[in-house]
Antibody
Framework: QVHLQESGPGLVEPSETLSLTCSVS?????????WGWVRQPPGKGLQWIGS???????YFSPSLKSRVTISLDTPYDQVSLELTSVTAADTALYFC????????????WGQGTLVTVSS | QTVVTQEPSFSVSPGGTVTLTCGLT?????????PTWYQQTPGQAPRTLIY???TRSSGVPDRFSGSIVGDKAALTITGAQADDECDYYC??????????FGGGTKLTVL
């Protein structure tokens, strides 16, 4: 069974960089599919952040592209997210996801980790 | 900038039928947008209901169905139950690797 688990600081100061890690078990991230992140501000809707594949393909939300880095650490089956220059608007529940390439479905989700941007 | 639209809220009576829609501000939704529908209860990860317009995800009851109606994707729930009361999100593929969620519909069963 595929399992995704997010981890990282729950509090980040404004203007700093948000860094999260997703540990994947039950599947090798170098085998196939895209791996990425989706976030949800408190009381609001879902927002796709970006997705990358082991073969080098990478796609990002146009509104976040300039601040986002997503990378794959294949030996450890980990997916990382870095979001620079954060503001209070980046406060959200961050989900790690697996995305299928053909139908673009996010078929596996982590439980999510809440990140608050505040001084 | 293209926006994915959903009804902010909808209400259905227990046992009733409801159709939620997912549209685009500047185009028609087609099968090539690979419409996907997710169900979410607060604080939980979304659950896939329908993908590729009308394919039901494993374990999803056949009370849930997806389609294209006119220029929008649609999620129809028949025989609504109390535990269907939650948030529903559509996701559309916009091409060039870009995916966009709708704003979500809060469904009330009463």
């Amino acid at each position: 069974q595929v399992h995704l688990q997010e981890s990282g600081p729950g509090l980040v100061e404004p203007s700093e960089t948000l860094s999260l890690t997703c540990s994947v078990s039950g599947f090798s991230i170098s085998s196939a599919f895209f791996w990425g992140w989706v976030r949800q501000p408190p009381g609001k809707g879902l927002q796709w952040i970006g997705s990358v594949s082991h073969s080098g393909g990478s796609y990002f939300s146009p509104s976040l592209k300039s601040r986002v880095t997503i990378s794959l650490d294949t030996p450890y089956d980990q997916v990382s997210l870095e979001l620079t220059s954060v503001t209070a608007a980046d406060t959200a529940l961050y989900f790690c996801v697996r995305q299928r390439g053909g139908n673009h479905l996010f078929d596996y989700w982590g439980q999510g980790t809440l990140v608050t941007v505040s001084s | 900038q293209t926006v994915v639209t959903q009804e902010p809220s909808f209400s259905v009576s227990p046992g009733g039928t409801v159709t939620l829609t997912c549209g685009l501000t500047s185009a028609s939704v087609s099968i090539y947008n690979y419409p996907t529908w997710y169900q979410q209860t607060p604080g939980q990860a979304p659950r896939t209901l329908i993908y590729s317009t009308d394919t039901r995800s494993s374990g999803v009851p056949d009370r849930f169905s997806g389609s294209i109606v006119g220029d929008k994707a649609a999620l129809t729930i028949t025989g609504a139950q109390a535990d269907d009361e939650c948030d529903y999100y559509c996701l559309l593929y916009m091409g060039r690797g870009i995916s966009v969620f709708g704003g979500g519909t809060k469904l009330t069963v009463l």
